[in-house]
């Protein structure tokens, strides 16, 4: 069964536009980790976020996490081409339960 | 570059056979997953190994099986392929399974489909 949820399914943007991505969960998590596809590709892990923290950023990655509401977001600031790809939200600790995944694409 | 090598990378195989599919995992890990990813959906877990002991099983039958050896690769077997076993086939490194929040690095996935 799937853990996290991402909403929405696919997003379609301009480049130079900021995508927001959000995921929900259903049980206490320890942490929660992004991470991107391209096309069937392997995941490239994007940010981990632990349940004691409540915002992190990397580069042009801002995640949040409200563990009373069971819900994190990805938030990818001036989007680029290259950011087209398929989004994952997954919960450990140790075993990790994907969601279904948004499919982002950014136009040129 | 993740470290995390799989082979091979396309695999075709007639229905009721069996496959092996291998993993090399990143320096200093210990630790390795595999997922079974189908076309549209997210990765599911099959099984994790720790020092060559599973550590954990998701919900697949019995013909998906694992090895892992002491220099920490594994190999995922699939006996009596189904035409509902073609997916992509991930391998997911990490640090050590037995601690919480480490990160988890894949490779680039073996794509299986059964004719």
């Known amino acids: 069964s799937q853990q996290g949820e991402e909403d929405p399914q696919a997003l379609s943007i301009q480049e130079g536009e900021n995508a927001t991505m959000n995921c929900s969960y259903k049980t206490s998590i320890n942490n929660l980790q992004w991470y991107r596809q391209n096309s069937g590709r392997g995941l490239v892990h994007l940010i981990l976020i632990r349940s004691n923290e409540r915002e992190k950023h990397s580069g042009r990655l801002r995640v949040t996490l409200d563990t009373s509401k069971k819900s994190s977001s990805l938030l990818i600031t001036a989007s680029r081409a290259a950011d087209t790809a398929s989004y994952f939200c997954a919960t450990g600790p140790r075993q990790l339960t994907f969601g279904s995944g948004t499919q982002l694409t950014v136009l040129p | 570059e993740t470290g995390v090598t799989q082979s091979p990378t396309h695999l075709i195989k007639t229905r009721g056979q069996q496959v092996t599919l291998r993993c090399s995992s990143q320096s200093g890990h210990n630790t390795v997953s595999w997922y079974q990813q189908a076309l549209g959906q997210g990765p599911q877990f099959i099984f994790q190994?720790?020092?060559?002991?599973?550590?954990g099983r998701g919900n697949f039958p019995p013909r998906f099986s694992g090895l892992q050896f002491p220099n920490y690769s594994s190999e995922l077997n699939v006996n009596a392929l189904e035409l509902d076993d073609s997916a992509l086939y991930l391998c997911?490194?990490?640090?050590?399974?037995?601690?919480?929040?480490?990160?988890?690095?894949f490779g680039q996935g073996t794509r299986l489909t059964v004719v």
């Open positions: 997911a490194s990490s640090l050590d399974g037995q601690r919480e929040n480490t990160e988890a690095f």
């Open positions: 190994y720790y020092r060559e002991e599973e550590n």
